[in-house]
Every structure is written in C-alpha cells, then in structure tokens.
C-alpha cells in the first residue's frame, strides 16, 4: 500500500479519482489547491502526487516544479483535460512520472500510478545499490589487506590506476564503475588460502604455487550469491589470465579476456611492483618500466601497456616512497596571446589617438593601420585579426562599403565603426552593412571606445 496525495480543485473529480485509487489498495489524502497540497507534503510523507494541471492559484506544472526541488523523490502523475500536444511535452519534459488524460478509465488511471509507483521504486534499489556495492567491496577487501600489513592501501592505489588507465581508454561510466569494485574485489579470493602459504616470507614451491592460483575462482565463487557485486566477477575470475594464454585459472588469451581483468592485471602488477613486499624491496621505475616493455604483448594487453606507459612518461604517474602516486594531466603552460587589432584610418594624427586608446584598453594588442580601404582589404587575406576600427571617412571615399569588404573576408570579426555623425540613420546603416558596434567622434568618446573594445574582445 502506497501513500498518495490527489489535488484537483473540483471535488467531484477529485473523489472519483480517490476513490479509484482507493478501491486499488492505496491510502489516499485529498487537496483541493496546489498551495494546500504543498502545505501536505511539508507535514506527511507521501509515495506520489496525483494532480489536476489546470486549476486556480498554482497550476499542476507549477506544482511539479516545486514537488521536484522540495521532495525530488516524490513522483507526480499529472491528470489534465487538455491533452494538448504542448501540455504533454511540457509535462514529459519537466519530468512528470506519468500522464492521464480527461475522460480517463479506471484501468488507465491505476496503470499510471502502479508504473510510476514502481519506477520510483526501481530507481530508489539502484540508487541504494549504487551506494552500497562499493561500501561491501571495500569492506571485502579489508578483511584481505588485514591479514598482511604490506598489503595496506594496496586495493586502493591499484583501482585508482585502473581506473586512470580504463579513462584514457574511453570505458563508459558504468563500466569505469564495475572496474572500480572488480579492482578493489579482485584478491578476494586469497580469503581461502592459508596464512602459511600466503604469507610465507620466501618463494613458494609447486604445491603451495597451485594453492595462491585457486585464489580468483575462489574470489568468483564467493561473489557468486552476491548479485550487488555479480558484475565484478569476470575481473575477479580473470585477473591472472595472461595475453598469450598461459595464465590461469582458464587460459583464455588475447581479447577473450574481459578488457577490465586486463586492466586491473597490469594495474595490479605495476603496484606490486612499486610497492614494498614481505621479502623485498619497490622496484625503481627504471625496473618498472623494462619490466612493462618487456611483457608487453607476452603477459599483458599491448593496448593496456601502452597507457600505462604513457602516463609514467608524461609523469601523470610515479613512483614516491609510499606507493604508486597518478597526477592530473600538466595543464599546458600559459600561452602569450597577442590581440591584432586592424585600424582603417586615413588621418595620421587621429590614427595616433585611437592606437594608444586600443594598446591601453587591450593588454597585449598590437596595432595595425590601413591608411586606405584598399590597403585593409590587403592586410586582411590571409591574416587572423581580433578586432577591426574603422573610421567611416576614408580617403577612398567608399564610406560603408569599408564594411562590407571586411566582412566578406571574416564573417565573425567584430567590427567598431567610427563616425563624425551622430545620426540613427547612419547607426541603421552601419548595422546593416555588419558593424558590430558603433561609436561618434567627439567628447568622451575614447572612452566609450575603450568599454565597447572591451566589450567585443574577451579579455
Ligand atoms: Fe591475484
């Protein structure tokens, strides 16, 4: 039995609907106005909102809204007589769980509200578990790291290499997210040997070597009831297979091997290697790095290798005293970026004026000056410009034209005109022949220059 609240400011279909999803076994509170249904939320907990869209005060999408900021988990059903195609889509895309249309029959009514009713409930088990597995994996994980203390942060360090490798590699999320838990999972297994085998502190003979390799189906078999975890398994089961096929525990090779078992190998590996062990000490990551280029292609995915490779080479992962360490990418050094700002001005000194007001207003711009509209249209062939300052009395005498020749060259420059006139026609004009903006002569009009380049050139 569900929680509902129904709002519809007409009592009589407000009681038929209640009654409907009464008679469907739900315990039903009724509202006659959005307001009040909002005040009901505040002080019960409901399971879902069924509500009328068109109704006095707020309406029904109004109510959604609000529903979705204040109790987000809280589906609504929204019922309207106006099935407009505009009123679905807005209710579809402002995230209604569910749509019934005026007349409406009983089944129609009870179908919306057990489908949202169940949907809330789908996504609320997701959610639990998407919380959930990694807690259980970790504490799994725990149990092994607790029986042999050179093993602390192990799991860890390696998943978060993993991890790095299955980004550069482009997995999805969710298959990131099931690398994750299998990464952390994936000695699970070791549970089942004995302490004197797996912490034995010298190399192991044949016997107690077939004993360690039981340890990933051990770990797949433990993990087999757990259906939370069910999509690690194949990392747990197939982290010691090896590309060419003479791992264990199937032998499998090449990309028969779930690519996530053969991440989390070399992950794994990398990390044992530069990690202290019982009887040894870290490799230097010269070792480490022979040690990758040596089994590329043997023991691991060349593919995987290579990631890792690169990320030791660009330095995004090294090898400090405390265990393996993964760095954010170096973010490329800060590039001087020169502003080249075109002027067409045929007056000396005026050209003099507005250069210096530009080299103040922009740092870093450089000024180029066209004295002629034929010599701006050959500075722009095949140069990139920032910004374009046009006087409107060129020499040539062609006046706007200026502009169109511009913007022929460079559709997106933006483009200040400068002009003696004052006048809205002229403003219109410069608009229309592609200025960008538009600043008269006179006064204080250097600094409105100023604000508008600003404006038009991102600092
Ligand atoms: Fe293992």
Redesign the pocket.
């Known amino acids: 039995m569900s929680r509902i609240l129904v709002i519809d400011d007409e009592a009589v279909i407000r009681m038929l609907v209640m009654e409907i999803l009464e008679t469907a076994g739900h315990e039903i509170t009724g509202a006659d106005s959005a307001e009040r249904a909002l005040t009901l939320l505040e002080e019960s907990q409901f399971d879902l909102v069924v509500s009328d869209i068109i109704m006095p005060g707020l309406s029904g999408l109004e109510l959604l809204g609000l529903v979705q900021e204040r109790h987000a988990s809280v589906p609504v059903v929204l019922v309207t007589g106006a099935g407009t195609y505009d009123t679905l889509s807005q209710a579809l895309t402002r995230g209604a769980a569910g749509l019934v249309t005026k007349p409406f029959a009983h089944a129609d009514l009870q179908a919306a509200v057990s489908d949202a009713l169940d949907r809330a409930a789908r996504s609320r088990d997701q959610l639990r578990e998407r919380l959930l597995a990694p807690t259980l994996a970790s504490a799994l994980a725990n149990a092994i790291e607790a029986r042999d203390s050179y093993l602390h942060g192990h799991c860890e360090r390696l998943a978060s290499l993993a991890v790095r490798i299955a980004e550069e590699l482009g997995l999805s999320p969710d298959e990131i997210e099931t690398l994750r838990l299998g990464a952390i999972l994936?000695?699970i297994?070791?549970i089942g040997i004995p302490d004197r085998v797996l912490l034995k502190p010298a190399a192991l003979d044949d016997e107690e070597r077939l004993i360690v390799e039981t340890?990933?189906t051990i770990g797949d078999k433990l993990l087999e009831p757990l259906d939370l975890l069910a999509a690690a398994r194949p990392i747990v089961r197939h982290?010691?297979e090896r590309w060419d096929g003479a791992g264990y525990p199937d032998g499998i090779a090449g990309e028969a091997i779930p690519l996530g078992a053969r991440i989390v190998a070399v992950a794994?590996s990398v990390e044992v290697m530069s990690a202290r062990q019982l009887y040894r000490q870290p490799r230097s990551p010269e070792e480490i790095v022979a040690e990758l280029h040596h089994c590329r292609g043997k023991q691991w995915d060349p593919a995987v290798i290579d990631v890792a490779l690169a990320l030791i080479e660009s330095k995004q992962l090294d090898f400090p005293p405390g265990g393996l360490r993964l760095l954010e990418a170096a973010a490329p050094p800060p590039q001087t970026t020169h502003v080249a700002v075109l002027l067409v001005e045929a007056d000396d000194d005026h050209a003099a004026v507005v250069t210096a007001t530009i080299e103040r207003a922009l740092e870093g711009a450089v000024v180029a000056r066209a004295r002629t509209v034929s010599d701006a249209a050959e500075l722009m062939n095949g140069a990139s410009w920032s910004l374009a300052i046009v006087d409107h009395q060129s020499p040539d005498g062609i006046g706007m034209e200026i502009l169109d020749i511009l913007r022929e060259h460079d559709a997106r420059l933006p483009i200040v005109m400068l002009t003696g006139e004052d006048s809205e026609e002229t403003a219109i004009n410069a608009f229309r022949h592609g200025a960008s903006d538009y600043v008269v002569k006179g006064g204080e009009y250097l600094d409105r220059l100023t604000t508008r380049v600003r404006g038009l050139v991102p600092a």
Request: charged share 35%.
């Open positions: 994936h000695d297994g070791k340890h990933p982290h010691h794994d």
